[in-house]
């Protein structure tokens, strides 16, 4: 069975500090991943989508980068947060021609 | 603009009853439709999912209903009880954007006992 996996869980960061974020999938070879993003009483936003390794697409850019170093890996990452950069980071997956969208547990950010 | 519109930002529905949710899309080139259930500080899971060749499509006691001419999609759930209660989600995706959902805003629903 495939399982997604983010870490950290929760992450308490001062304005300007760096950021980075993962997301893992196990069980399934080459997903379609997906960052999203919540502000706290917004709407879920994508971000970053990649199709294979090395390759990372932008959807919007919120000053922060993505990258994809290995097939079950994706990183969300940025070298100075801002305050706007709060809220709750969503890692999902597709696999093959499916449409169908899982996500990972998320995780929740404040930036101080 | 809003590509994708849940116009009811909440609804309260009596236990046993049936909840209807509502979205509307702008995009006629979406081809996947779908539902999503979230709770507080959790990720949204999955409930039901529609491609465009379909107009309804049933899974228990939730039902897909799709109006492509009207570009409306919503979510039924007969026989609602307390534990529905939650934020629910509409997305949308067409085929050429790579999986690129698009949700709506959210509806939350509170089904009382």
């Known amino acids: 069975a495939q399982t997604i996996h983010q870490w950290p869980v929760a992450e308490i960061k001062a304005v300007g500090s760096p950021l980075s974020l993962g997301c893992t999938i196990k069980g399934k070879s080459s997903p379609n991943l997906y960052w999203y993003w919540q502000a706290t009483g917004g709407t879920l936003q994508q971000l970053f989508y990649?199709?294979?390794?090395?390759?990372v697409e932008s959807v919007v850019q919120l000053n922060l980068s993505a990258s994809r170093p290995k097939d079950d890996q994706f990183i969300l990452s940025t070298e100075k947060l801002l305050l706007s950069h709060s809220g709750f980071y969503l890692c999902?997956?597709?696999?093959?021609?499916?449409?169908?969208?899982?996500f990972g547990p998320g995780t929740r950010l404040t930036v101080l | 603009g809003q590509q994708v519109k849940q116009s009811s930002p909440s609804l309260t529905v009596q236990e046993g009853g049936i909840s209807i949710l509502n979205c509307d899309y702008e995009n006629d080139m979406f081809d996947y439709f779908a539902w999503y259930k979230k709770y507080p500080d959790n990720s949204p899971t999955l409930l039901i999912s529609v491609r465009s060749n379909v107009d309804k499509r049933e899974d228990g006691r939730l039902t897909v209903f799709l109006n492509k001419s009207g570009k409306h999609f919503s979510l039924h759930i007969t026989a609602s009880q307390p534990e529905d209660t939650a934020v629910y989600l509409c997305a949308a995706a067409n085929q050429g954007g790579s999986a690129k959902l698009i949700f709506g805003e959210g509806t939350k629903l509170t089904v009382s006992s």
């Open positions: 990649s199709i294979t390794v090395g390759q």
């Open positions: 999902a997956w597709v696999w093959g021609s499916s449409y169908e969208q899982y």
